[in-house]
């Protein structure tokens, strides 16, 4: 199978990773590849997240998750996974600043 060319100024990542499959391959060396899935059930959500499914139903309801449907369920994108972990973590570390502030502007 031969190896696309990819263009290092527009597709960088891309233009990367062929070379690095022209490389192995010239080794005689095996490369396995596997993709993570793209679109998260809330079931798998909410147990990454460590959260109920009705709590992420109701998340995605309120527009506060992005997500989509296929067919009739409901799929949360990977990206949105993380956008959604980060934006808890600067809200709370936006509120322990607050207390922090106030602790010791009290003091």
Do not use: C
């Amino acid at each position: 199978m031969a190896i696309p060319q990819f263009n290092e100024v527009t597709e960088p990542e891309w233009a990367a990773l062929a070379a690095y499959l022209r490389q192995v391959a010239a080794a005689g060396d095996v490369v396995q590849v596997s993709a993570r899935p793209e679109g998260l059930t809330p079931n798998q959500f909410a147990s990454r997240m460590g959260m109920s499914r009705s709590t992420v139903m109701r998340l995605i309801e309120s527009k506060q998750v992005s997500a989509y449907k296929v067919g009739s369920h409901w799929r949360v994108p990977l990206a949105e996974l993380d956008r959604y972990r980060r934006a808890l973590n600067q809200e709370m570390l936006a509120g322990i600043a607050d207390d922090l502030e106030a602790a010791l502007n009290a003091g």
